[in-house]
T-cell receptor, first 114, second 114 residues
């Protein structure tokens, strides 16, 4: 069964600090891995998508890494801001082109305090 | 360009009542999806429509029906609501590009079934 596990479940950090969120997956056949940001009461918004051949991708202060050998990904947030407070969801896609199935993690709830 | 819109934003039903959740997108996307999000669980796919005129079951289709009215609109119907269907429902749309499809989510409908 395809699974995506995220850690920690929740995290509180001071504004301006960096943090790293983790994602481990058991999905086959792997197609791509996505990170989404979900603000409270809103729908998820895509941050990055990485395919098998990509091991790093950045989107502003967000940098995602992928290790396909160990089936792990991380999302690093640099110089956190209050607006970074949200849930961050790791999503792994399995299957071939046009026939992908997504498995969603339960998310990491990040709180930035001033 | 509103993206993905959903109506209503909130709804309270009594067990056995029926209702239709509406979704529309203005990005000319081919594919549309309905998910539910429950506490402590990742988003789960209810139904999807790969293109206008087609619909397919997802992971948790029981108790739901869908209609792809046209390319823009994709509705989700609960014929006889049950308390287990209390959840937040998200509609999403996507268009395959370079082998991966970024999904764009609506703001969600918060449904409570008493």
């Amino acid at each position: 069964k395809n699974q995506v596990e995220q850690s920690p479940q929740s995290l509180i950090i001071l504004e301006g600090k960096n943090c790293t969120l983790q994602c481990n997956y058991t999905v086959s056949p792997f197609s791509n891995l996505r990170w989404y940001k979900q603000d409270t009461g809103r729908g998820p918004v895509s941050l990055t998508i990485m395919t098998f051949s990509e091991n790093t991708k950045s989107n502003g202060r967000y940098t995602a890494t992928l290790d396909a050998d160990t089936k792990q990904s991380s999302l690093h947030i640099t110089a956190s801001q209050l607006s970074d407070s949200a849930s961050y969801i790791c999503v792994v896609s399995a299957g071939g082109f046009g026939n992908e199935k997504l498995t969603f993690g339960t998310g990491t709830r990040l709180t930035i305090i001033p | 360009n509103a993206g993905v819109t959903q109506t209503p934003k909130f709804q309270v039903l009594k067990t056995g009542q029926s209702m239709t959740l509406q979704c529309a997108q203005d990005m000319n996307h081919n594919s549309m999806y309905w998910y539910r999000q429950d506490p402590g669980m990742g988003l789960r796919l209810i139904y999807y429509s790969a293109s206008e005129g087609t619909t397919d079951k997802g992971e948790v289709p029981n108790g739901y029906n869908v209609s792809r009215l046209n390319k823009r609109e994709f509705s989700l119907r609960l014929e006889s609501a049950a308390p287990s269907q209390t959840s937040v429902y998200f509609c999403a749309s996507s268009d395959l590009r370079r082998g991966t499809d970024t999904q764009y989510f609506g703001p969600g409908t918060r449904l409570t079934v008493l």
